[in-house]
C-alpha cells in the first residue's frame, strides 16, 4: 500500500513576536493556536517566512494560551525577525485513497494580534 504525505496543519500569517537565539531550538507557539490548527507539543513543522523567503523545519513546543507568541528558537532565530509574516505548516503520511478526502485543519489568525477572529 503506498503512503503520500499530505497537510495535516496550516497556521496562515502570523507575525513573529521573538526570536530567542539562546536556546535548545523550537518555535513557541501560542497554545490557543496549536489546539485550533490541531498541532502538538513536540510535532514537527515547517515555517516559511513571506518577509525573507527562508524555509525551515522545527518541533513546537506550547506557548501560554491567548498570549499570540510565536518565538523562533535556537540557530531558526538567526532566519527570522519579529515582526516577519510566517505560515506554519505540518504534514501527515496516510494511504493515498484516505488522503483524497483528508481535509486539513487551516486557521487564519488575526496577523497583528496572532488571535483567533
Known sequence: MMNVEVLKS???RVTVTEACLD?????????DLMK????????RVYIVDNNNGERLD????PGPAGSGVICLNGAAAR??????????????SM?????KTF???VIFPDTRTNRLV
Open 79 to 92: 532566519r527570522v525577525q519579529p515582526g516577519d509574516i510566517v505560515i506554519i505548516m505540518s504534514y501527515a
Open 36 to 43: 485550533a490548527a490541531n498541532i502538538i507539543a513536540g510535532e
Open 23 to 31: 536556546y535548545i531550538g523550537s518555535i513557541t507557539i501560542d497554545s
Open 103 to 105: 481535509k486539513p485543519s
Open 58 to 61: 522545527t518541533y513546537v513546543i
Open 10 to 12: 496550516k497556521i496562515h
Open 95 to 99: 494511504p493515498f485513497e484516505e488522503a
